[in-house]
């Protein structure tokens, strides 16, 4: 079973920034692909980002293309959401998400682990 810890979330004001880490326990953290969605209240579980076992692929929700960057490191078995410019639209609980040998995937129940999730709220 692969263990996964998000952090980093909390409350910042619209057009600022936040990093959220995802720590996973892995042991071959490389084999998986990895992924951040997000759920605001009443509505369903939304695809963020995604990025391949190397790194090498990342794909993005067109809601947050060109603000938040996808990354990871393999040798820290972290995978981070770097969040640019902001929304209030954006608060929500993040989830980052681990599929193995599945590469980048955008689709929640395609996943095999998930984390507990760390609050983002955006304020205006």
């Known amino acids: 079973q692969v263990q ?11 057009g600022g ?19 951040w969605f997000r759920q605001a209240p009443g509505k369903e579980r939304e695809f963020v980002a995604t990025i391949s076992s190397s790194g090498g692929i990342t794909y993005y929700a067109d809601s947050v293309k ?13 995978v981070y959401l770097q969040m640019n410019s902001l929304k209030p639209e954006d608060t929500a609980v993040y989830y980052c998400a681990a599929n193995y040998a599945h590469g980048t995937i955008i689709i929640a129940s395609l996943y095999d682990y998930w984390g507990q999730g760390t609050q983002v709220t955006v304020s205006s």
């Open 17 to 35: 920034s936040l990093r959220l880490s995802c720590a996973a326990s892995a042991r071959t953290f490389s084999s998986y692909g990895m992924g």
């Open 4 to 14: 996964l810890v998000e952090s980093g979330g909390g409350l910042v004001q619209a």
């Open 66 to 78: 060109g603000r938040f960057t996808i990354s990871r490191d393999n040798a820290k078995n972290t």
